[in-house]
């Protein structure tokens, strides 16, 4: 995988994400193309059917396609979740079922562990895994699940004797219902769904990994690769509204006067400017560290995904005010990315949780 293949792609479909974001989706034959691409999991070794691209690669690709649609940037999110926890965690079995399979994009997966008193504190997920006859039962509700409309296997965070547990449990197995989710904030093309799991019932081999790393293992693995994706989908937000601002600010001629003449927009775009390359440093940062292995990459990780998603909301917010009218049209990009860098902020936790963790990080940390 590479850069060039990715921002080739990503020229190719620019001029059709609002139309997504209008409809509520982005198309099959979209998601097809990204998979025989081998834009999906990427980062999977050669041996598990991958590009095994870098992270700074992987990196690359996310801002891409996130600097074109929100919606593409969270398919690759997600197929790499349930990619990574599998390579970590799976058994011997499961990796090689169904690694290829996802690096391929044969098989589109879909990560299930939000429920409505279950968000930021994933603890309390009531989600309940039950023994029956060899096999097991999966009941509870998950919420905003992306790619939850088309998905071919859910990555199911639920509990076994009130122990966190994490199950595979694929789309075409009786009691599953899925409601699409339509009209919410941001991410509309993402294909988000709630879903009920009304007594699945999935062999043990679905099981992936035993009772009681399920939150703290398999999820945890799950989210820091999320957050990484998030993060640098964040920084193409940043550097897509940046180049919108700044184009518009030397286009628009008010009263004989080039708009990027004011000094006060220059300062906001200036602002931006400061943003936008922060957060792609810090990111940066991240990448080198996820690939030496380093002790701090965790860490690097939840700063990366909290100043990149609040560097897109903040300039989202000022290329709103330098394109005035115009970033407030139905197909502005601004417009669109002002909705998903709200979003930015809250999934792959919170500002606030990620604050905590920074601080947690802080007592311990040394320049």
Not at 48 to 60: F, I, R, S
Not at 292 to 297: I, K, S, T, V
Not at 341 to 354: L, N, S
Request: glycine share 12%; with cysteine.
């Amino acid at each position: 995988m590479t850069t060039v293949d990715s921002a080739a792609f990503a020229a190719s479909v620019r001029g059709d994400a609002a139309a997504w974001d209008r409809d509520g989706a982005v198309p099959e034959s979209v998601v097809k193309t990204m998979a025989h691409a081998g834009l999906l999991a990427p980062d999977l070794p050669p041996a598990a059917g991958g590009a095994g691209c870098t992270p700074a690669a992987l990196g690359e690709l996310c801002a891409e396609l996130g600097g074109v649609c929100s919606g593409l940037r969270a398919l690759v999110t997600v197929q790499g979740m349930v990619a990574a926890a599998l390579l970590r965690w799976g058994t011997a079995g499961q990796r090689s079922h169904w690694l290829p399979a996802l690096a391929r994009g044969d098989v589109l997966a879909a990560f299930a562990a939000t429920e409505p008193g279950a968000g930021s504190d994933l603890a309390a997920v009531t989600t309940s895994v039950v023994p029956e006859a060899g096999n097991f039962r999966v009941r509870g509700r998950k919420l905003w699940v992306t790619s939850g409309q088309f998905a071919d296997v859910f990555l199911v965070l639920a509990k076994h004797a009130g122990r966190p547990l994490t199950v595979l449990v694929e789309a075409g197995r009786p009691g599953i219902a899925v409601e699409p989710v339509r009209g919410q904030l941001g991410m509309r093309a993402a294909r988000l769904a709630h879903v009920r799991f009304d007594g699945v019932l999935v062999p043990p081999e679905n099981l992936v990994a035993p009772p009681g790393f399920g939150l703290s293992h398999v999820v945890g693995t799950a989210l820091d690769h999320g957050r990484f994706t998030v993060a640098w989908g964040c920084v193409g937000m940043a550097e897509a509204c940046l180049r919108a601002a700044a184009g518009h600010a030397a286009g628009r001629v008010q009263g004989g006067v080039r708009l990027a003449s004011h000094q006060a927009v220059l300062a906001l775009l200036g602002r931006c400017l400061a943003d936008a390359s922060a957060a792609r440093e810090v990111c940066a940062r991240a990448a080198v560290l996820r690939e030496r292995g380093e002790p701090d990459a965790v860490a690097a990780t939840v700063l990366a995904k909290y100043v990149a998603a609040r560097a897109a909301s903040a300039v989202a917010g000022h290329a709103g005010q330098v394109l005035g009218a115009a970033g407030c049209a139905e197909d502005s990009l601004v417009g669109r990315f002002f909705r998903d860098a709200k979003v930015m902020r809250i999934i792959e936790g919170a500002d606030e949780v990620a604050e905590q963790r920074l601080g947690e990080h802080a007592l311990r940390w040394r320049p």
